[in-house]
């Protein structure tokens, strides 16, 4: 695909610019040659002429407002030589002039001539016209034929067909659903009688819903580049502006260019920015620019499918619990597509497009890197594949390693190392002791993926050591059990100092957290708990796609309920960590092993990680 070219400047703008550079051209001449135009006297000093009127030479003098013209005694009076001079202001000059008997008299006001007529007339126009023809090409972005005028036109990209590589299915993996569904529009725009002739409408709108980076508008770039059609490409926020009234204008601006071009694509990146619940302010009704964008767009899309003019509407966002519900009903946006994060069959094959652009070692195994990916999206695996080139590229390899791959891993997840921050050995004791804790504890309990790695080389900004846990299957459902497995992994830590140490530090402060909001979920969203039975306390709807990193805020409830609520999270918060407490205590000559050999190494991982966690005892009742 390539980017459409706008045509260039019209007629008029053409003659503008020859008429003001002749007129330029005169009037600089003019100005700087007068010369050419009209020959003139003489110029001399001022105090040369008073000298000559003293001496008695001078016949007679023309006072003019700017200029005094004089003629000195000659035998022919009537053809000497006529000379210039700048007047000052001289009250005397009269005095002086009668007495040495010199005819003088005022210079009347100048006629004008054809020329300095012609100029006047021709030359303001000319300087206007010029003038806005600067802020023309200005207001129109360098070359735009619209200008300054163009503030209500449409700020969209046009892509045709050319010769440049386009972007198709075939770049695009992992989400195999999304593009089976948007077939049928590729299928509509090539073959469309195949649809009518059975009374089939395609749909109008199509609504493309996921998270950051998942490739909502790579698929939209491939179904224009599958269909070859003109494909209009902009962003919600490019529709908003200071004025009201300049976003509904792009709207119709948009519309209009899309009919000329019909069969084509529209795509709206980021719709959550003019098309947000229009009561979400609080109140129905207002006139603000937002609001009218957003009322413009929804008659657009109910209007512009009148006649053969096949427009098909493409938007993404990732939040869609914020859109009116105006855009979402059928007739507008009548099907939404989802484009979630890729398994892991499609971690891999996104893996396998990016690796075309570099080159790998032969110990390069895919597969397993997608293993270790989980919940990567397909911009996230871009990065990754890069990174890992960098990481090549700084070892000054030829071929991207394995090796780059796993660091490349862990600067995504964790951060990059820190080797500048030095701990004394207490403090590398204690992290030392603390993700052994983790690593004992995940490795016992259920809902934990598998401990491939501890390290207590500082990463980030704030961890001093990590434990990488990888899941060995996707997985999307989780029971009470292994939740309150996770729990106990999260607190193995602190549980791990206490038993070594008789003390907690401030590095468990983030394990908490994670442990205190899992449990609170547990109790108000998943209705886990006994007490409170099958009921959801949090406030309202959550946010789509945007993860759970903080509380969740609770509805209003009773000062009963909220005891009860705060009760239970705190007994499964405490169950959990007398469970890490029981697993480490059983287990404690094997953790005093590992983190000896921790701290000789820093980093154990592999199949000598699994050896020495395969030993951990479970805990028995006696």
Not at 130 to 151: E, H, K, N, V
Not at 233 to 248: A, D, H, K, P, R
Request: glycine residues 10%; negative net charge.
């Amino acid at each position: 695909m390539a980017i459409k070219e706008q045509p260039k400047s019209p007629r008029f703008r053409i003659i503008a610019n020859i008429l003001l550079a002749v007129s330029g051209l005169f009037l600089l001449l003019n100005l700087f040659l007068p010369g050419l135009f009209a020959s003139g006297p003489t110029g001399v000093p001022y105090s040369l002429f008073i000298h000559q009127v003293q001496e008695g030479e001078v016949n007679r003098v023309s006072v003019g407002q700017n200029q005094i013209l004089y003629q000195l005694k000659t035998e022919n009076a009537e053809s000497g030589p006529v000379f210039a001079t700048t007047p000052i202001f001289d009250l005397e000059l009269p005095k002086l002039l009668e007495q040495k008997g010199v005819e003088f008299a005022a210079t009347p006001p100048p006629k004008n001539t054809w020329f300095t007529t012609l100029l006047s007339w021709v030359i303001p126009p000319l300087i206007f016209i010029g003038i806005w023809q600067f802020f023309l090409a200005r207001g129109g972005g360098g070359g735009g034929p619209q200008g300054a005028l163009s503030i209500g036109k449409s700020k969209a990209k046009v892509y045709v067909e050319g010769e440049s590589a386009k972007i198709t299915f075939a770049d695009v993996a992992g989400v195999e659903e999304a593009k089976t569904e948007l077939v049928e529009i590729v299928d509509f725009l090539k073959t469309p009688a195949r649809f009518t002739q059975i009374g089939a409408r395609i749909p109008k709108g199509v609504l493309l819903v996921g998270p950051p980076g998942t490739g909502k508008t790579l698929l939209a770039k491939a179904v224009a580049g599958e269909a070859g059609v003109p494909f209009f490409s902009i962003s919600g926020s490019e529709f908003v502006e200071l004025f009201v009234g300049v976003g509904s204008s792009r709207v119709r601006d948009l519309f209009e260019q899309a009919k000329k071009q019909a069969p084509c694509i529209v795509f709206i990146d980021e719709l959550d920015a003019i098309g947000k619940s229009r009561s979400s302010n609080g109140f129905y009704g207002g006139n603000d620019e937002r609001e009218q964008t957003l009322n413009q767009l929804l008659t657009e899309m109910d209007g512009f499918a009148a006649g053969d003019a096949t427009v098909i509407v493409l938007a993404a966002t990732n939040r869609p619990e914020t859109l009116d519900p105006a855009l979402l009903r059928p007739g507008r946006f009548d099907r939404q597509v989802l484009v979630d994060r890729p398994d892991l069959s499609g971690r891999e094959a996104i893996l396998k497009i990016h690796a075309q652009k570099v080159k790998l070692g032969d110990d390069v195994n895919l597969k397993a890197i997608a293993t270790r990916t989980p919940g990567f999206a397909g911009a996230d695996l871009a990065n990754l594949v890069n990174e890992a080139a960098l990481l090549a590229a700084r070892n000054l390899r030829q071929s991207v390693a394995q090796e780059d791959f796993a660091e490349a891993i862990e600067r995504v997840v964790a951060g990059l190392e820190k080797k500048s921050r030095v701990m004394n050995e207490t403090e590398k004791k204690i992290v030392a002791y603390h993700e052994v804790g983790h690593a004992m504890v995940g490795a016992l309990t259920t809902g934990n993926g598998r401990v491939e790695k501890i390290s207590i080389i500082p990463r980030g900004m704030a961890a001093l050591g990590y434990t990488l846990q990888l899941p060995t299957e996707d997985r999307f459902l989780m029971n009470e059990a292994e939740l309150r497995g996770q729990i106990a992994t999260l607190l193995g830590g602190r549980s791990a100092e206490e038993i070594v140490f008789n003390s907690i530090t401030t590095g468990a402060s983030n394990d908490l957290q994670r442990a205190t909001d899992l449990a609170e979920r547990m109790v108000t969203a998943y209705g886990m708990s006994k007490v409170l039975g099958p009921l959801a306390y949090q406030q309202g709807q959550q946010a789509m796609f945007l993860g759970n990193g903080g509380a969740n805020p609770r509805r209003a409830v009773s000062e009963d309920t909220s005891k009860a609520i705060d009760s239970e999270v705190k007994e499964i918060v405490e169950t959990a960590h007398e469970q890490a407490l029981e697993i480490l205590r059983q287990n404690r000559d094997l953790l005093e092993a590992i983190a000896t050999q921790l701290l000789e190494t820093e980093v154990i991982e592999g199949e000598k990680l699994h050896d020495l966690l395969s030993q951990v005892k479970p805990v028995t009742n006696s």
